[in-house]
C-alpha cells in the first residue's frame, strides 16, 4: 500500500517590529522557531529584543523578557529612553541577588556552576509555564555559557531550550553579548536564524552599525551588510539597495534647462532616467547649474530633492534669490526639499533609504547630490563608494528619476584631478572651467558626453549674474580651455568685453 505523501505546514512569518528588519527577512521570522541576536556591548540588541516583543504585545500577544543580567530597572529605562511603556511585557529577572555575596552562602560540596545552573533553568521554564508566552527573549547567553562550564553541556542546554520553545508554540529570541572568546558556533548550528549586529569604529565621526543575516533556514533573505541606526523610537534598518531587483523600462522625457541656450547645448535637455556629472574646480558654478536645473524641473511639472553635504541651505537660498533662481516658493509648497547632510554621521546606506523615500513616498523626479566629495566622505570605506553608487544611480534610472552630482575637481587652474573617477557611470558629463579674458577670470561650460542623443561639442562662456545663467557664443578665439590653461588665438585688437548673449 503506498502512503501519500503529507504537506508540510509552514508557519507564518511573524514581525520583528523594526522598521527595514522585515524586508531584510523577506517578511519577517519564522514563527515557533529559536533565533540568535549576537553583537558586541552597545550595538542596540537589547532594543532590537524589546522592539520584538512590543510588536507581539500591540498584537495581544503574552510576551515575555527573561533577563539573567540586566535588572527590571535598567529594561524599564531603555524603553523609557524611546517613549516605549512596556504594557503587556512581562519581565523576569533571574539574577544572583546581594545575598551572594555573603561568605556563608558560598557553597562548598558543589561548584556553584552545578547549582547555579539548575535554578536558573528552573527559574526560567517555571515562568515560561506560568505565563505561556508566544514571544520569549533570553538576556543573555553569556551567563548560561558560564554557568553551563564546558562546551558541551552548552550545547545541550540550548538544544534543550529549542525543543521546548518549539513544543509550546513559542518564538524565542536568545541574545549573546560576545563577550566570551571566539564566535559562539555552538549556538550558530544549533539556531533557526542568526543576526548579527556590528559596530565599526572610525577615526573620525560617529561609529557606524551595520547588520548582517548569517543564517535563516528555509528563507531567501537579503544577504549582506545593511546600515541600521538607533534612533528615538528603536532601531531603523537601511535595507542594502540592490536595483536589479526592479529593472524595467521607462520613457525618458526631456527636462529643459529653461532656456533655449542651455537647451541647444545638451540636445534639448536632460532626460528622465538618467545621471548627470557637473565637473569643475571651485567656484565655476557647479552648485548654481544644479540650482538652475531644479528650478526649471519643478516648473515643468516635477518634484525635486536636493542633498547638500558642504553648502548650508541657507547659503545655496540665498545665492539663487540674488541669481534670480526661485528655490524657496517650491519648497514652501512642498515640490522641492533641501535637506543638509553631516557625512560623518550618515551612512550610505542611510542615504539611499532616504533617496528612496523620496522616489517612492513623494514622487520625487529629479535628485541633486551636492556633491560627490561630501559622499565620498560618507563612506566607511571608500573602496566600496562605487559600487554604493552604482545601486543608487541604477535604481534611479528605473524609477525614472533624473539624478545631477556634483563633482569637485582639485586645482584651479592645469591639471586638475577628482577624488574618485566616476565619469563612466554617469549618462551625461558637463564640464565647467575658469579662463582668463583681458584680466577677468571668468567661466566655460560644455557637454563631455552625452548617451541620451545627439548634443553641441562646443564650448562657451557661461556668465552668473543677476539675471542666472546665461550661456555666450563659441570661444572660437581660445585654446585649451579644458586643460585649466587657456590660451587666446584671435585678435587682440578686436576683442571685447564680453562675448554676445542669447
Known amino acids: 500500500m503506498t502512503q501519500q505523501k503529507k504537506d508540510v505546514v509552514m508557519p507564518d512569518a511573524i514581525s520583528t517590529g523594526v522598521e527595514g528588519l522585515d524586508g531584510v527577512l523577506n517578511g ?97 521554564l517555571s515562568s515560561i509555564d506560568a505565563l505561556k508566552p508566544t514571544r520569549v527573549v533570553i538576556d543573555s547567553l553569556s551567563e548560561l555559557r558560564l554557568l ?62 551595520r547588520l548582517r543575516i548569517q543564517k535563516y533556514r528555509g528563507v531567501s533573505f537579503r544577504s549582506g551588510f545593511h546600515d541600521y541606526s538607533i534612533r528615538h523610537g528603536g532601531l531603523v534598518v537601511y535595507q542594502r539597495l540592490v536595483a536589479a531587483e526592479s529593472r524595467g523600462r521607462v520613457h525618458q522625457d526631456k527636462i529643459s534647462f529653461g532656456t533655449e541656450a542651455f537647451d541647444e547645448l545638451l540636445g534639448g535637455g536632460i532626460e528622465q532616467g538618467t545621471s ?29 530633492a536636493v542633498f547638500l553635504f558642504e553648502e548650508s541651505a541657507n547659503t545655496l537660498l540665498n545665492r539663487s534669490e540674488q541669481l534670480n533662481i526661485d528655490l524657496k516658493t517650491p519648497i514652501a509648497d512642498g515640490r522641492v526639499t533641501l535637506q543638509e547632510i553631516d557625512p560623518a554621521e550618515l551612512s550610505p546606506g542611510e542615504l539611499a533609504y532616504v533617496v528612496q523615500e523620496a522616489v517612492e513616498k513623494r514622487g520625487v523626479k529629479v535628485v541633486v547630490l551636492d556633491s560627490l566629495n561630501g559622499y565620498l566622505n560618507s563612506s566607511p570605506d571608500e573602496r566600496f563608494l562605487i559600487t554604493h553608487l552604482h545601486e543608487l544611480l541604477a535604481y534611479l534610472a528605473q524609477r525614472g528619476v533624473a539624478s545631477m552630482l556634483v563633482g569637485v575637481q582639485s586645482g584651479l587652474v592645469g591639471t586638475m584631478r577628482s577624488a574618485i573617477d566616476i565619469s563612466y557611470l554617469a549618462d551625461n558629463v558637463l564640464l565647467l572651467r575658469h579662463f582668463e579674458h ?54 587682440r585688437d578686436s576683442q571685447n568685453d564680453g562675448p554676445a548673449h542669447y
Open 28 to 124: 519577517g521570522l519564522t514563527s515557533n522557531r529559536l533565533y540568535l541576536v549576537e553583537g558586541s556591548p552597545g550595538a542596540g540588541k537589547t532594543t532590537l529584543a524589546l522592539q520584538f516583543l512590543i510588536e507581539g504585545a500591540k498584537h495581544g500577544e503574552r510576551v515575555l523578557y527573561v533577563t539573567l543580567s540586566e535588572t527590571e530597572a535598567e529594561l524599564r529605562a531603555v524603553a523609557a529612553s524611546h517613549d516605549w511603556t512596556l504594557e503587556g511585557v512581562d519581565i523576569h529577572e533571574v539574577i544572583p541577588d546581594e545575598q551572594t555575596l555573603d561568605p556563608d552562602q558560598q557553597y562548598t560540596m558543589f561548584l556553584p556552576s552545578e547549582v547555579e545552573l539548575g535554578e536558573t533553568t528552573q527559574a526560567i
Open 276 to 304: 548627470t556629472i557637473l565637473n569643475g574646480p571651485s567656484g565655476t558654478g557647479k552648485s548654481t547649474l544644479a540650482a538652475q536645473f531644479v528650478s526649471s524641473a519643478v516648473k515643468q511639472g516635477c518634484k525635486a
Open 438 to 491: 583681458q584680466g577677468h577670470i571668468k567661466q566655460a561650460m560644455s557637454v563631455f558626453k552625452k548617451r541620451g542623443g545627439a548634443h553641441q561639442k562646443i564650448i562657451r562662456e557661461l556668465t552668473i549674474g543677476s539675471e542666472g545663467l546665461q550661456l555666450g557664443d563659441p570661444l572660437k578665439n581660445f585654446h585649451g580651455v579644458l586643460t585649466g590653461v587657456p590660451v587666446y588665438t584671435g585678435d
Open 148 to 209: 553551563a562550564g564546558t562546551p558541551l553541556k552548552y550545547r545541550r542546554q540550548v538544544l534543550a531550550y529549542k525543543q521546548y520553545f518549539a513544543k509550546r508554540n513559542c518564538t524565542a529570541i536568545m541574545v549573546d553579548d560576545k563577550t566570551a572568546h571566539g564566535s559562539d558556533q555552538e549556538v550558530k548550528s544549533i539556531a533557526h536564524g542568526v543576526i548579527t549586529l556590528e559596530q565599526v569604529e572610525r577615526d573620525y565621526g560617529a561609529d557606524r552599525r
